[in-house]
């Protein structure tokens, strides 16, 4: 935070806060008795009256004040007000909220807690417009505030106070431009932002002038070296362009789809391809065809689609199968939005495209990308995205062997018995149809182990991870058939289970892996 409190904005944006809470400041002398030093800062809040919901009460806590510092929330607050189009009830609120905390840091330290409440309430009745002399300090009764005149008094101040600032903008055509590309307002990031466009300003206005998708496009691709090249948006050039090294466009129908695509549209699938959370080759070429190819309703379901590729994929993507990807990441984002789909089933379905081929029960370095074809349906990409898993588990299990000493616990009635050979393992999955056999490597390195459990008509399997560095056993997960949950007084016996392992230092061996 330092860095951005002696960012030159920042100090701006204090300056003008100040100014604007100047007429706020209401000091009042102590003279007339011992001054009382109070050992906790006030906390003032506004509730509904239980009577009159249209009127508020202004009540005193003396208690300390939030976690929030007083200059941070008014930092905070200034970036969202430039953020804003339109002054938001969350806007108005919070101004509200900085005029009690700003008032109560002008204070002295030494002034007693009748003197600061009179203060407050001066604030508070200058606020509502009823301008008047406080002389009564008892704090007995709160006192009345019509809401709207509060409301409308604090709207007024938040348009004054955003014009302020943005009137101190050298350019407001930058910050224009700034909230194209980012969500947030931070000072430091717009002051690097409108640094890096001062020296290319002419150039971004003429090429917005022939047409606005021009200049988003160096906004985003952030190739301002050559915004001064003439023939930059020939065929011919951005063909030639690449984004983490690879090609953007695929084809030149592409890029003429692309800049005819309305403003708004044309932003939407510049955020998606050129998104700095998921950066990998080829990944712009596929998402900018996936965009170009989606109606004006699914362009805003498919900026979900960072989410599904934000994953644990540390795959790229290869040029030869860019089509499959295309239809791969479609499936996924039908997946990601379906609301009857499990939610898991959107990261199995990934794991399946981005994985290899398993032929004659071994692994090879084929892609499964390249079974993926444009008719493919997303009920049948789960069904060989299942078969995959299951062969894909077994052959785990097969590579990780592990071999424990029997062991078994009733306790309240539950029974917990140890899944300790991998043909139990691979039963249990068969009989439970879960994933359980994805836990085989964690469990030949002793920091994982799993359980059948019998309680009553419920039969589950019991997940426990083990901190060897603590010796001590943690409640992982404890699901039945197809991930059913289970009941919950048997997850509170689970629990006492957990525990009787760590309490009795119960140890499980892997003998396999020491012989």
Request: net charge negative.
């Amino acid at each position: 935070m330092d860095s951005l409190i002696n960012n030159k904005q920042l100090a701006l944006f204090n300056q003008t806060l100040l100014q604007a809470f100047q007429h706020f400041k209401i000091r009042l002398d102590s003279h007339s008795s011992a001054p009382v030093k109070l050992k906790v800062e006030p906390f003032f809040e506004l509730t509904a009256d239980p009577k009159q919901q249209s009127i508020w009460c202004i009540h005193a806590y003396y208690k300390p004040l939030a976690a929030l510092l007083p200059s941070t929330e008014i930092y905070q607050f200034l970036c969202r007000l430039l953020q804003h189009r339109e002054i938001t009830t969350q806007d108005r609120q919070e101004f509200i909220s900085i005029v009690c905390h700003y008032t109560q840091n002008q204070l002295c330290d030494d002034m007693n807690q009748a003197q600061l409440f009179a203060c407050y309430r001066a604030v508070m009745a200058s606020l509502s417009g009823q301008a008047r002399q406080e002389n009564n300090h008892e704090i007995s009764q709160p006192i009345l505030i019509d809401a709207q005149n509060l409301l409308d008094y604090a709207n007024h101040a938040c348009l004054q106070i955003r014009q302020v600032l943005l009137d101190h903008f050298s350019q407001t055509e930058i910050l224009r431009w700034y909230f194209l590309i980012y969500h947030n307002f931070t000072p430091r990031s717009y002051y690097l932002f409108e640094q890096s466009l001062l020296p290319v300003l002419p150039e971004l206005r003429r090429w917005e002038m022939e047409h606005p998708n021009r200049a988003v496009w160096f906004l985003f691709f952030k190739d301002l070296d050559h915004i001064s090249d003439p023939s930059y948006f020939s065929y011919v050039h951005l063909m030639s362009l690449q984004h983490l090294g690879s090609p953007i466009f695929q084809h030149q129908g592409h890029i003429k789809k692309l800049f005819a695509l309305p403003s708004e549209q044309f932003i939407q699938t510049l955020q998606l391809a050129f998104n700095s959370s998921v950066e990998r080759p080829y990944l712009a070429m596929i998402l900018i065809k996936i965009t170009l190819e989606a109606t004006p309703e699914q362009l805003e379901q498919f900026s979900s689609l960072s989410y599904c590729l934000a994953m644990d994929h540390q795959y790229d993507y290869q040029p030869a199968y860019i089509e499959q990807y295309v239809h791969a990441l479609k499936l996924s984002l039908e997946c990601f939005m379906a609301a009857n789909q499990a939610f898991e089933l959107e990261f199995i379905l990934n794991d399946f495209f981005f994985g290899n081929q398993i032929q004659h029960n071994m692994q090879t370095n084929l892609p499964n990308i390249a079974l993926v074809h444009p008719k493919m349906t997303l009920k049948s990409a789960a069904k060989h995205s299942n078969a995959w898993h299951r062969l894909s588990q077994h052959l785990q299990v097969q590579q990780h062997a592990f071999t424990f000493a029997p062991y078994q616990l009733e306790m309240h009635e539950a029974q917990f018995e140890l899944i300790h050979l991998p043909e139990q393992l691979q039963a249990e999955a068969q009989q439970m149809q879960h994933c359980v056999l994805s836990y085989a490597q964690r469990l030949s390195e002793e920091r994982y182990y799993c359980f059948r459990v019998h309680y009553a008509d419920f039969r589950g399997t019991l997940g426990v991870v083990y901190h060897p560095e603590h010796a001590t056993y943690e409640l992982n997960q404890l699901m039945g058939i197809r991930n059913t949950p289970a009941p919950e007084h048997l997850l509170r016996i689970a629990q006492v289970f957990t525990h009787h392992l760590t309490v009795e230092d119960i140890v499980f061996q892997n003998l396999a892996a020491n012989n």
